[in-house]
């Protein structure tokens, strides 16, 4: 069996909170609150952090394509060029960009990840660099990339 919780302490300042910001614990140890939405301010950080988990389901959709792509390729030139075709559509360029865009940010989340893992940049200054560079480089990627295939000739309209 165990034992209930201590009563309140009047000389600990958690436990004379009138803000209900923490809660005693069936341990007996004070925790504050987890807070949500309500009370955060919207930061870079939960930005990149976001985008980094939906960037995470729009790869596994990129590798399904690639991994249709190669099913293509094993049935024969006539279905290849049916999928290229296909991919040089407006609508085939604009899945293309999407995922040129989620592997840029996947990769620029993650390195932002393998950074912060180490312990470095954990501070607010470094943290929301990283953040803005996981958050907006994609972007700036992306376009240099596609403006690269469109001026090369390798992908037109």
């Known amino acids: 069996m165990s034992a ?12 004379l909170d009138q803000t209900g910001r923490f809660v005693r614990q069936p341990n007996g140890h004070v925790r504050p609150l987890s807070p949500h939405l309500q009370i955060w301010r919207w930061h870079i950080t939960m930005t990149a952090s976001i985008l980094f988990r939906v960037t995470i389901g729009a ?17 024969g030139p006539d279905v290849a060029a049916r999928f290229d075709a296909l991919a040089g559509s407006p609508l085939g360029l604009f899945i293309g960009f999407g995922l040129t865009l989620v592997l840029f940010s996947f990769i620029l989340n993650g390195t932002r990840h393998l950074i912060q893992d180490t312990g470095a940049a ?20 992306a376009v240099l990339f596609w403006a690269g295939l469109f001026a090369s000739g390798r992908v037109s309209l």
């Open 122 to 141: 954990l501070q607010l200054k470094p943290a929301n660099l990283l953040s803005h560079i996981a958050v907006w480089g994609p972007i700036v990627l």
């Open 59 to 75: 790869i596994s959709f990129g590798a399904l394509i690639v991994l249709g792509w190669l099913a293509v390729l094993a049935c």
């Open 4 to 15: 209930p919780p201590p009563a309140a302490d009047p000389t600990n300042e958690a436990d």
